[in-house]
Every structure is written in structure tokens, then in C-alpha cells.
């Protein structure tokens, strides 16, 4: 059974940093696209980051490139999203998806077609 799980939340200060991790079993990174969402009270869920196994592209919302890196371990399974020089406008529920990409229409990050949702993680950030 395909499983996605996340880590790494927490609460730090307006300029700390954190690592998300999703971790997945059931299945290899290999053939999907990984993305990262955040949602926070009253808002929509929004894609934050997208990393594509199968042609390496990426994707970052603008309001966190130059903060943000999304990077994958495939030997462990794992996706990573490195959050640097944190805001209080950062504080969501953060959750991770896993795609495969029909190729008759490209692989190419950002996605839209999400199979697999983990159960998110909080990541609290305070003035």
C-alpha cells in the first residue's frame, strides 16, 4: 500500500530554518513527481514546491524561491523541502503528494494530478 509520510515540522523564529521530510513506501520515486503544498487556516491549499523524478525539473511558488530547496534521496526514498529565512506568512499545515505523470502529456513540474497525499505536517513560524 502506497504510503506518504511527512516530518520535520516544528516552531522557530521569523529568520530560522527547517527540513521537511516525506518519506514513502509502496512505492520508489523513480516514475513520480513530488510535490509540497501548504494550507493555512482560512486559506486555500497552495502548491509550494515540485521536484520530477523522471526529467529532474522543479517548480517554486515566487513568494519562497531564493528560500526554499526541494531536493530527493532516492536510496532512502525520501523528498526533502530545506526552508530557509522563515517568515510568520510560512505558518501552514504542510502536506506532500506523490503524481504519476501521464508522459503522452510531459513529466514536467509543476503537477496538478496528485495521486498520494500525506497527512501533513505543522510548521509554525512566530514573529
Request: aromatic share 12%; proline share 3%; glycine share 10%.
Amino acid at each position: 500500500e502506497v504510503h506518504l509520510v511527512e516530518s520535520g515540522g516544528g516552531l522557530v523564529q521569523a529568520g530560522g530554518s527547517l527540513r521537511l521530510s516525506c518519506a514513502a513506501s509502496g512505492f520508489t520515486f523513480d516514475d513520480y513527481a513530488i510535490g509540497w503544498f501548504r494550507q493555512a487556516p482560512g486559506k486555500e491549499r497552495e502548491g509550494v514546491s515540485c521536484i520530477s523524478s523522471l526529467d529532474g525539473s522543479t517548480y517554486y511558488v515566487d513568494s519562497v524561491k531564493d528560500r526554499f530547496t526541494i531536493s530527493s534521496d532516492n536510496a532512502k526514498n525520501t523528498v526533502y523541502l530545506q526552508m530557509n529565512s522563515l517568515k510568520p506568512e510560512d505558518t501552514a499545515v504542510y502536506y506532500c503528494a506523490a503524481e504519476i505523470p501521464d508522459l503522452r502529456y510531459g513529466s514536467t513540474c509543476p503537477r496538478d494530478m496528485y495521486d498520494y497525499w500525506g497527512q501533513g505536517t505543522q510548521v509554525t513560524v512566530s514573529s
